[in-house]
């Protein structure tokens, strides 16, 4: 049972580019999360489906997108990506009914650096 | 505003001795509390949570945590340390405002010497 896998584990971009960060969970769960993690700062949301089809803003969207591709997976896109966006990115997803009544389920995250 | 804080960025303990990690919020109405354990290089998993009655909630690993009404604080604690309970430790709280946001306290390393 391989949970919640995020890909890449590691990537290094330079001013501008853009990428995708890939996530896919198999354990039938309806919400999805995309969040960052900074040093001090904890975990800050920054986009979550609550279950396939839809997709809603969290904390700091700026400079993302995502899409709900299917029940199993939720991609994260850096469209023009920024030094600011140096983080590493972890994948969530929960049971139906969101965060309030059960857990959240982590990736192993991806360390992304931009130059 | 609702915040969560986690006054110490880290903790020591010996091995053996009971540990505590501090967490203390603010959020209006009742708070849905939880405490998460992230290992070097890995993602966060769930310790335990605190939705409704008992105040002294049991977990993963042998924790547990004691929900402080009066004094807004939910503290992470385990009777006697080990040295692989080093990690970093976050408590966390749901945003009332929405079932699908948790607000974050800032972590605490926790480090187990033997």
């Known amino acids: 049972n391989a949970g919640v896998t995020q890909t890449p584990k590691f990537q290094v971009l330079k001013t501008g580019q853009s990428m995708t960060l890939q996530c896919a969970q198999d354990?039938?769960?309806?919400?999805m999360y995309w969040y960052r993690q900074d040093p001090g700062m904890g975990l800050r949301l920054i986009y979550y489906?609550?279950?396939?089809?839809?997709?809603d803003k969290g904390e700091v969207p700026n400079g993302y997108n995502v899409s709900r591709l299917n029940k199993r997976e939720f991609s994260l896109r850096l469209e023009s990506a920024a030094p600011s966006q140096t983080s590493v990115y972890f994948c969530?997803?929960?049971?139906?009914?969101?965060?309030?009544?059960?857990?959240?389920?982590f990736g192993e995250g991806s360390r992304l650096t931009v130059l | 505003a609702q915040s969560v804080a986690q006054p110490e960025d880290q903790v020591n303990v010996a091995e053996g001795n009971p540990l505590t990690v501090k967490c203390t919020y603010s959020v209006s109405g009742n708070p849905y509390l939880f405490w998460y354990v992230q290992y070097p290089n890995r993602g966060l998993q769930f310790l335990l949570k605190y939705i409704t009655g008992d105040n002294l909630v049991k977990g993963s690993y042998g924790f547990e945590a004691e929900f402080n009404k009066s004094q807004t604080s939910f503290h992470l604690k385990k009777p006697s340390a080990l040295v692989s309970d080093s990690a970093l430790y976050f408590c966390a709280v749901r945003d009332t405002g929405s079932n699908y946001q948790l607000i974050w306290g800032a972590g605490t390393k926790l480090i187990i010497k033997p």
């Open positions: 489906s609550a279950s396939e089809g839809t997709t």
């Open positions: 969530a997803s929960s049971e139906a009914g969101g965060v309030g009544t059960g857990e959240l389920f």
């Open positions: 354990m039938n769960h309806n919400s």
